[in-house]
């Protein structure tokens, strides 16, 4: 099963309106990224917080995390039209097999703002 | 900075074809990995190279492999194609944290290859 699971899995909203998404993970995690994915498209990286960070901030975006009860959410305020897109979460793990991190992806939040 | 360059972007083959995809990383990055994305899977992580070595490998059949070039540049190779194999394909790089792979920075993604297998 996914490592980073979102919710909600579709949201819609108008514009100005705030958009936010959850993540919820299973085990302890080096770092939590969000992501960005317009139609298909590439990722685009919005934001890192470290395991040691509790909330992080840039432009629109606020991000929390809270460990305890692993989870994070992301926060888009104002919403505009040019928001829409599918959000990722990517929980960072620490391999002990490997000895190596691995990034491991949420099925994602499809994000649907109407002008 | 040029970004991360995957080729080609959109390729159709049947069963049993194999197929071979490039991912060029941004300079300075040693760090590549690969995902594939589907539907009903979503993101799935199929391996990662740092200095043309695999640090990290998905749970993919053998099926699926790749390679690291000197310049960073990085392929993955699918043979014996199935249908469950399309999907887009697409390629990260990242400045590695330290060279024992502790912690993933921010990855860089190209625009994918979509693969469509017939």
């Known amino acids: 099963s996914q490592q980073g699971e979102e919710d909600p899995q579709a949201l819609s909203i108008q514009e100005g309106e705030n958009a936010t998404m959850n993540c919820s993970y299973k085990t302890s995690i080096n770092n939590l990224q969000w992501y960005r994915q317009n139609s298909g498209r590439g990722l685009v990286h919005l934001i890192l917080i470290r395991s040691n960070e509790r909330e992080k901030h840039s432009g629109r975006l606020r991000v929390t995390l809270d460990t305890s009860k692993k989870s994070s959410s992301l926060l888009i305020t104002a919403s505009r039209a040019a928001d829409t897109a599918s959000y990722f979460c990517a929980t960072d793990l620490y391999n002990m097999n490997s000895g190596y991190s691995t990034l491991t992806f949420g099925k994602g939040t499809m994000l649907l703002v109407s002008p | ?118």
């Open chain 2, 1 to 118: 900075k040029a970004g991360v360059t995957q080729t080609p972007r959109y390729l159709i083959k049947t069963r049993g074809q194999q197929v071979t995809l490039s991912c060029s990383p941004i300079s300075g990055h040693r760090s590549v990995s690969w995902y594939q994305q589907t539907p009903g899977q979503g993101l799935q992580f199929l391996f990662e190279y740092f200095s043309e070595t695999q640090r990290n490998k998905g749970n993919f059949p053998g099926r699926f492999s790749g390679r690291q070039f000197s310049n960073s540049r990085s392929e993955m190779n699918v043979s014996t194609l199935e249908l469950g194999d399309s999907a887009l394909y697409l390629c990260a790089s990242s400045l590695a944290a330290s060279p024992g792979g502790y912690s993933y920075n921010e990855q860089f993604f190209g625009p994918g290859t979509r693969l469509t297998v017939l």
